[in-house]
């Protein structure tokens, strides 16, 4: 499994990926499921993946050698002239490597399918965030959905829709998603540190914080040990039932 | 989809599940989910299900049948000697149900699967839960786990494992179930009031508290709105992250 989540705030856009990927509980491994394409002063996009990771390693591949070598291959996600643009690219470039897997070579008990979240800004026009299905098409974060996250996203979803605010701070953003993260790697095996960071603050194109925080991070550790108790009091400050009322 | 959750607790145990039913978001019904065979002074069993309806319904109506007509059909629910053989009766109708539905007659495409949470307590033993699966199996609720819950599990759990304590009153475990139903309630359609409450305190042999907690109980409300502005309140008082400083 995976987690990733994307933040839209009026500053920018906050990203956040676990790292852990198994097959089977007996079989797993560190991989980075964060990537990034920048071109300071003119666009900063980064990607988070989902699902089958033969899949999303050959879409990140597509990616990266599309824009390496533009003379050869077109379209490149840094010629793309609108972050619409660029949903579209990785959506077609997903849909594209689950179809080929799935027409040819031997059919697998799982299928090959993957989500992507996509957010970033390409200078004329605004930071955006898009959620890509394995079937090429896309959402668009907006007002009413500022957030998308991807993989195992129930446990951590509660308090993303209790303590979301567009106006947040980048620090208060991160500490919210450690929060979410910290939910979900307690309740399962399949998330796990470390965890990637992405910040990009909007009308800046570039990214000015890139960074991962590891297994024993001790802001990390805080937050986890702080929530439980922060959660407990909270609680308790809650009026209790009555049953003798009844 | 459904929500059910068991506690046991040093003072007994506590009983809730939703009462939504869906086929699809665009038929919903009402039904009970929760079910209780009381002989008072000698036992109390509670039962509470999830999964095809068709399934659970006729698992109910068999347990009931025998219990009724206890000459005629045996085993019987009120008969049994402990809450082991209760969860042993109760796994082996439900497998019974399934198999026969999976035997005969048109297939489905969704399986007539469904999980069901068993508790209670018998002159002569302690007060134990069970959860048990679709084979007709079944585990039993320790003092590593002491809480079992059925149907949309996730968004509920977190707050669970944080704020659970053996020792926590009646009142306590009902003010925490609310939390834990009111995530949910609030990330999931399927997932809706009223709430089917009992509450059983052991070696009382009889249930002094079942009743159901309607879609406008002030009690409810009052938890609902002051869970999110405590969580707002807790989240703030955690210290924010620090990106100045990386």
New interface residues.
């Given amino acids: 499994m995976t987690y990733c989540v994307g933040l839209m705030l009026n500053k920018g856009l906050v990203f956040m990926s676990d790292t852990r990927t198994n097959a089977g509980v007996d079989n797993i491994s560190t991989f980075r499921k964060m990537f990034a394409w920048d071109e300071p002063g003119e666009r900063s996009i980064t990607v988070m993946t989902a699902g089958n990771l033969a899949t999303t390693q050959a879409v990140i591949s597509l990616l990266e050698e599309r824009s390496k070598a533009v003379e050869h291959r077109s379209p490149s996600i840094l010629k793309c002239e609108s972050m619409f643009q660029v949903a579209t690219l990785v959506g077609d470039t997903l849909k594209e490597v689950i179809s080929d897997h799935a027409d040819e070579g031997q059919q697998a008990d799982s299928g090959f399918n993957a989500t992507i979240l996509v957010g970033g800004q390409i200078k004329g026009g605004k930071h955006r965030l898009f959620m890509i299905y394995p079937e090429g098409n896309f959402i668009e974060a907006s007002e009413d959905t500022p957030f998308f996250q991807i993989g195992e996203t129930?446990?951590?979803?509660?308090?993303l829709?209790?303590?979301y605010d567009p106006e947040m701070?980048?620090?208060?953003a991160?500490?919210?998603l450690?929060?979410s993260f910290d939910?979900t790697i307690?309740?399962n095996l399949s998330v796990d540190l470390p965890l990637d960071v992405r910040?990009y603050a909007k009308d800046a194109f570039q990214c000015d914080?890139t960074?991962r925080i590891e297994v024993n991070d001790p802001?990390y550790l805080?937050?986890s040990e702080?929530?439980?108790g922060?959660?407990?009091?909270?609680?308790g400050?809650?009026?209790?039932?009555?049953?003798d009322a009844?």
């Fill in positions: 129930k446990y951590g979803r509660p308090i829709v209790r303590a701070s980048f620090d208060e991160i500490k919210l450690l929060v939910s307690k309740a910040v914080h960074f802001y805080e937050i702080g929530w439980g922060a959660l407990r009091e909270a609680f400050r809650l009026p209790d039932f009555d049953l009844l």
